[in-house]
């Protein structure tokens, strides 16, 4: 399957924003639907079709999951650099217009993408045709008609966080998406002549510094002008103004919420994305790529271990929620920083973690040989190289954070 870039999408043509869009959609959407797509039965063998791939890491999980005999066709109108998993293949396509093998998958599956098709009711029947008989189609999807903030700080955000709200559904009905869409697409798979369609509804609040947050924020084209949005939300809304549309990354990650000690967020002392938004994303994308070759809860254990040593908040927030999405058990967790006198952690781990220590907290005698040899020997090249640059992005990370953050 090959295809030209055709088709703007309405979330934007800002490629370090979409990935790192991407990245947090994964962050928060992805333990939810794995574990759905696990209750299908998805195993080894099977042949599955991930359409709008994001960043691949719906299709990662669905490659390794098959494998060794399964595949994974994973497709997106843009270029995705897809995790390297055996079996995973991907290919730019647009699921509204190219060809598209029929009876040919096991499983389909499609994250937030049919909402963006105005074509989305013919998609669902060609999503229905690439089915072999008594494959399984999964659509995971919002209804975004009804987002209640459900505890804000002060009447002034409520009202601000309307206004966003308002602002972005002129934006996604303007662009077609069908915002109501999550609770009509049962319906529409039964008219497609799927049988055995069942829907399940999930409600979960987001707070200040969740990863499913930040993706939000999504206008369509350039960024609007720069505009100090907490300093009016401080004042109070203006109902004789425009809405106000809340610019993407750092501001919403960095939002004002609940600390770890139970304070607020301070306001940032320069906004990193706006200034300098080539840099920001080129930092997302190193993040990503960083960890790609590494197990998702040895790459959170590390980042939860420097983020302690440098003493970063935030970012303990973000990979500690983050680890206990992806599975990882609370108790251990709670030893990490005593990891030494623990016996919850593996010797790969606690070879990565003596690494992670080494490095953060660099001596005049740097890195000591053991300690390099000791994690040499719990890792292939590959997964060492990662591991490495894991650690020095979560370190240039907590400087940011805590630079640009001032202590309350
Ligand atoms: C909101 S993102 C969702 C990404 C991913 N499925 C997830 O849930 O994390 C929508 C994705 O659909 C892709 N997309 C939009 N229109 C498409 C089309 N016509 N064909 C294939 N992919 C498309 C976008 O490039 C983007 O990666």
Redesign the pocket.
């Known amino acids: 399957m090959n295809t030209k870039l055709r088709?703007p999408?309405v979330?934007g043509e800002n490629d370090a924003h979409?990935s790192e869009?991407?990245r947090l959609?994964?962050l928060a959407?992805d333990p939810l639907?794995t574990r759905h797509l696990a209750g299908t039965g998805v195993g080894p063998g099977w042949r599955c079709l991930?359409?709008?791939?994001?960043?691949g890491?719906?299709a990662a999980w669905l490659a390794r999951r098959v494998a060794p005999s399964g595949s994974v066709l994973a497709?997106?109108?843009?270029p995705?650099p897809m995790p390297a998993v055996e079996g995973l293949e991907f290919a730019l396509?647009?699921?509204?217009?190219d060809p598209l093998p029929e009876a040919e998958f096991d499983l389909v599956h499609?994250?937030?993408?049919l909402r963006?098709?105005p074509e989305r009711l013919a998609v669902l029947d060609r999503l229905v045709r690439a089915l072999k008989p008594g494959g399984v189609l999964r659509i995971?999807e919002f209804d975004a008609t009804d987002a209640p903030a459900l505890s804000v700080p002060d009447p002034a955000a409520h009202d601000l966080y309307r206004a966003f709200l308002d602002a972005k559904a002129q934006i996604m009905t303007a662009g077609n998406v069908d915002m109501a869409w999550g609770s009509k697409a049962a319906r529409a798979m039964r008219r497609a002549g799927l049988t055995g369609v069942s829907a399940h509804c999930h409600y979960e609040e987001w707070c200040a510094g969740s990863p499913g947050l930040p993706?939000h924020p999504a206008p369509a084209g350039p960024v609007p002008p720069r505009r100090d949005d907490r300093r009016a939300a401080g004042r109070g809304a203006r109902a004789a103004r425009p809405p106000r549309l809340p610019r993407p990354l750092l501001r919403d990650l960095f939002g004002p919420g609940p600390a770890p000690g139970g304070g607020l967020m301070t306001a940032p002392r320069i906004d990193l994305p706006a200034v300098a938004p080539d840099v920001y994303g080129a930092m997302a994308n190193l993040t990503k790529a960083a960890s790609a070759h590494l197990d998702p809860l040895l790459a959170e254990l590390v980042r939860i271990r420097v983020s302690q040593i440098n003493g970063c908040a935030f970012c303990l927030r973000l990979h500690t929620r983050a680890a206990l999405d992806a599975g990882e058990n609370e108790t251990r967790l709670h030893e990490l920083a005593s990891w030494r006198d623990s016996t919850l952690f593996t010797a790969a781990e606690r070879a990565a973690l003596a690494l992670a220590e080494a490095m953060t907290s660099l001596g005049p005698a740097g890195v000591a040989d053991e300690v390099f040899t000791a994690a040499r020997e719990h890792f292939a090249e590959t997964p060492l190289a990662h591991l490495l640059w894991t650690i020095a992005a979560i370190n240039a990370w907590n400087r940011i954070g805590i630079t640009v953050f001032p202590p309350k």
Do not use: C
């Open positions: 088709r999408s979330l979409n869009q991407h959609l994964g959407l639907t991930e359409v709008g791939a994001g960043d890491g719906v497709t997106d109108i843009r995705v396509h647009d699921i509204v217009r499609v994250r937030l993408v963006l098709l995971d993706p």
